[in-house]
């Protein structure tokens, strides 16, 4: 079958090339892959260069079930979150990381929720009820900006969105402000997602016994923090690491919460890049050089297949 192939280089990291099929576990379904989508993470791991196989986000059809007898039937659509390897046209997937998509979610709507939806819906589990609660949020321009602020505003957040591209997440009803100098606080909440300067500038608008929630690092600059600082505002404060995998619900549980609330009409996937997937390599690069606004996904076309080939 055809796949993307990790190929260590900056310039074009992944190439398509061809891979033996998935052979699955006894817990595990086939699933062909219709459309998968791309995440910061996994260019980071790509750049590596450690010949990890990508591919987190899929969604398509089960062409084999599972021979344990749990999961979705074949010819099942599902959307799944396999550990690696689904920028591929097969991907084995388990049937406790899968859930089942009604006609009216497409695969290409689909393929932007596991990471990215994941760790949104994650994020506000981990920070309990933020009811009236006044939320900081950096980094806020990508998937899980635009889902959290979704799903944090329905739940009766104050949402503050750092975004340079923040259109949408205003009408998803935050505020939205270009960097985290502008931000007005106090918050009783901090998500910080891009290290650097800005850890340290959002955590002094915290609440005293306020809560950072640290999940991310997209500037690749480490943080320095100065324990003095604390007493200008969040002396007391906590700051907690998070990673969306740490999850005792397990992951085609949460999926399918978010296919049902997209099907529902209260979660919509902010799709800011849609190609075939013969442009992955671009795309990265575009998601890297933050030309990307929300998820970007890529469709599994045969056709587009056949023109490279020609
Ligand atoms: N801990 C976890 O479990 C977990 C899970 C998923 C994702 N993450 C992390 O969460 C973050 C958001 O994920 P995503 O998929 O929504 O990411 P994304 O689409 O790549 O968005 C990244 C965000 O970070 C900002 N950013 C990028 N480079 C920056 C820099 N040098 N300085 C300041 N801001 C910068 C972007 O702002 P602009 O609009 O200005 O470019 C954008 O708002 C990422 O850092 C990702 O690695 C963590």
């Known amino acids: 079958m055809k796949a993307l192939q990790p190929t260590g280089r900056g310039d074009e990291l992944v190439v398509l090339g061809d891979r033996a099929e998935p052979e699955p576990r006894p817990d595990e379904v086939v699933v062909e892959v219709e459309a998968f989508s791309v995440n910061r993470g996994e260019i980071f791991k790509l750049e590596a260069g450690t010949g990890w196989l990508p591919g987190k986000d899929v969604a398509g059809r089960v062409v084999r079930a599972a021979a344990d007898g749990s999961g979705p039937r074949e010819g099942a659509r599902v959307v ?43 994020l506000l589990r981990t920070a309990g009820s933020v009811a009236g609660a006044r939320v900081l949020l950096t980094g806020a321009s990508g998937g899980v900006g635009h889902y959290f602020t979704e799903l944090a505003t329905a739940a009766g957040a104050q949402v503050t969105a750092v975004s340079r591209r923040g259109g949408r997440l205003a009408e998803l009803g935050a505020q939205v402000v270009p960097d985290v100098a502008s931000a007005e606080g106090a918050f009783d909440l901090v998500l910080e997602s891009t290290g650097g300067a800005n850890l340290p ?55 399918a919460t978010l296919v049902r609330l997209v099907a529902s009409g209260r979660l919509h996937p902010e799709i800011g890049c849609s190609r075939d997937w013969t442009d992955t390599a671009s795309v990265l690069s575009d998601l890297r050089d933050r030309r990307v606004r929300g998820n970007a996904v890529l469709t599994v076309s045969a056709e587009a297949l056949a023109a490279t080939a020609t």
Request: proline share 7%.
């Open 80 to 122: 799944g979150h396999p550990p690696a390897a689904g920028w591929a046209e097969r991907v084995a997937v388990r049937t406790d990381a899968l859930a089942e998509l009604p006609d009216a979610v497409s695969a290409q709507t689909a393929a932007a929720l596991p990471l990215a939806g994941l760790t949104a819906l994650r």
């Open 201 to 255: 500038a959002a955590l002094a608008k915290l609440v005293r016994r306020g809560t950072l929630i640290w999940f991310g690092q997209a500037s690749r600059t480490p943080v320095t923090l100065d324990f003095f600082s604390f007493f200008d505002g969040p002396e007391s404060g906590t700051i907690r690491h998070f990673h969306y995998a740490d999850s005792d619900i397990p992951d085609g549980t949460d999926l």
